[in-house]
């Protein structure tokens, strides 16, 4: 299983990435996939996450409202769209995979679960920046 993160960079606060995971080895339908970021001296931190079956999504507090998750199950890819950033979302951002049952965990609001997680990808450094 190999998951590779990619579309980090630099921007300006208020301005906007889209961030991609392409996964092999698995198939979308069965996991649910996580993004989850870690910045300088803090611990890793859940995002938001998607469904691959079905769609349904949870969102950290911090990402509602300017973060959108999504999947192309055609491409075996997702997607962080990330708009309105503020330099506090500065950090590396990862995607994982965990077997769709995780999303159980969620139901009551949103948490990290990065210790469900069984496949991570390798993190792509989003830097917000005037």
């Known amino acids: 299983v190999q998951l590779q993160a990619s579309g980090g960079g630099s921007v300006q606060p208020g301005g906007s990435l889209r961030l991609s995971c392409a996964a092999s080895?698995?198939?979308?339908?069965?996991?649910?996939i996580g993004w989850f970021r870690q910045a300088p001296g803090k611990e890793r931190e859940g995002v938001a996450c998607?469904?691959?079956?079905?769609?349904?999504?949870y969102y950290a507090d911090s990402a509602k409202g300017r973060f959108t998750v999504s999947t192309d199950n055609a491409k075996n890819t997702a997607y962080l769209q990330m708009d309105s950033l503020k330099p506090e979302d500065t950090a590396v951002y990862y995607c994982?995979?965990?077997?769709?049952?995780?999303?159980?965990?969620?139901?009551?609001?949103?948490?990290?679960?990065?210790?469900?997680?069984?496949?991570w990808g390798q993190g792509t450094l989003v830097t917000v920046s005037s």
């Open positions: 994982a995979a965990a077997r769709r049952e995780i999303m159980k965990f969620y139901s009551g609001g949103f948490q990290s679960l990065r210790h469900l997680y069984d496949y």
């Open positions: 080895g698995i198939t979308f339908d069965y996991y649910v």
């Open positions: 998607i469904s691959g079956s079905d769609g349904i999504k």
